[in-house]
């Protein structure tokens, strides 16, 4: 075959590009010279390889650097050309070197937590309210983390020489508190700020543009964005994500290459899927914020499809009552979920620290989807009237006279 008639590569992008488009065109740059439009999915576990001096060279120095072997992978487990396109291309969005994909969320804040270890360093410390599981492997001991919890002013005083990570969550998960990443990365100096950004995702804000080394995604949320993806991925300079890779073939945390292929299809309709869904969010967060039957609502200041809010009476009621919106834990999906975060998501930490984190009992969850923000929004309503009128409402329980016992208190100690 004549290869001077074969069509030259395309030119390489002369400047950077929107975020919509890189959305869109990241990860797949290669694929017209291929001549092929969707990106292919490589399911294998092992590669072919005539020369084994040759395979053992790539070995050696994929173990010894943790770099992208040069040609074809080896094994699965130390690179998947798939998943590949997906971290690139998150990378790009998230405007770092490189990403390194895991089976989940929790696989990747694991990696990281094992990276920094291996040095020595195992203290970690963080600002609650995180993630329940991320909260619980952080202090259960599980991975022999030792963590310090502290408010963003103390993060200085907080660091130790055998500090190695400083974690926040910002919007955080479930009050969607927010977190100035710029005045928290200057606390932390040379040690290492991750910043969990699965809430906002880097359509509304970019950690790393504000000092963040380490950028954390449960992409099983917003970048998967269809709830039918478990992933999660870790943005970073090369050097850490050289690490991290090392760490991810050593433990096998990998990410599945349909996973991977399903991934990097959700990213390039991110950008308007968080538009669409921050849009609907902020107006029933409006709503929300002027109506008498609810107490408290959270949106936060980057804006974003979360919501939550804090009822006067029996949270758990809305969640029975809901019918078009889907009562589940789990978020980013392109239908509106809710919880109730004090008995689902953040039910693994005690308590008292839930409590003190701000995660009340009157407090729920809701990821806003891409129904129409009326038909969400007579869902509410409805939900908000039957949990209002109940029984158990405790201002109307306040109500009836204390000489017979109220319905409210009969079912409260039946419930016992
Ligand atoms: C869900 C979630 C995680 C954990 O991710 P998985 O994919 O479920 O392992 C971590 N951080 C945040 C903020 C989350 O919402």
Known sequence: ???????????????????????????????????????????????????????????????????????????????????????????????????????????????????????????????????????????????????????????????????????????????????????????????????????ATPVLQRPVEHGARIVLHSATKYLGGHGDVMGGVVACDEEFAATLRQVRFATGGVLHPMAGYLLLRGLSTLPVRIRAASASAAELARRLSADPRVARVHYPEVGGAMVSFEVFGDPHRIISDVRLITPAVSLGSVDTLIQHPASISHRIVAEGDRRAAGVGERLLRMSVGLEDVEDLWADLCQALSAEAAAPARSSAAAQVPRTRPSAAERTGSAGR
């Open 1 to 199: 075959m004549d290869t001077e008639a074969m069509s030259p590569t395309p030119p390489a992008p002369f400047r950077s590009r929107a975020l919509a488009t890189e959305a869109v065109h990241a990860g797949r740059d290669d694929l017209a010279s291929l001549g092929l439009h969707a990106a292919p999915i490589d399911l294998s576990t092992t590669y072919p390889s005539y020369d084994s001096r040759g395979e053992a060279a790539r070995i050696d120095a994929f173990a010894t650097t943790g770099a992208r072997p040069d040609g074809p992978p080896v094994y699965a487990r130390l690179d998947n050309p798939t998943t590949a396109r997906f971290e690139t291309a998150l990378a790009r969005l998230e405007g770092t070197a490189s990403a390194v994909a895991f089976a989940s969320g929790m696989a990747a804040l694991t990696a990281v937590l094992l990276a920094r270890a291996s040095l020595g360093l195992r203290h970690v410390v963080a600002v609650r309210p995180l993630y329940g599981c991320s909260d619980h492997l952080l202090g259960a001991g599980l991975l022999g983390t030792e963590v310090t919890w502290t408010d963003p002013a103390g993060i200085a005083d907080a660091i130790r020489p055998d500090t190695g990570l400083v974690m926040v969550e910002t919007p955080a998960n479930p009050t969607l508190a927010e977190i100035d990443i710029r005045a928290v990365a200057h606390s932390c100096g040379s040690v290492p700020l991750l910043v969990d950004n699965t809430f």
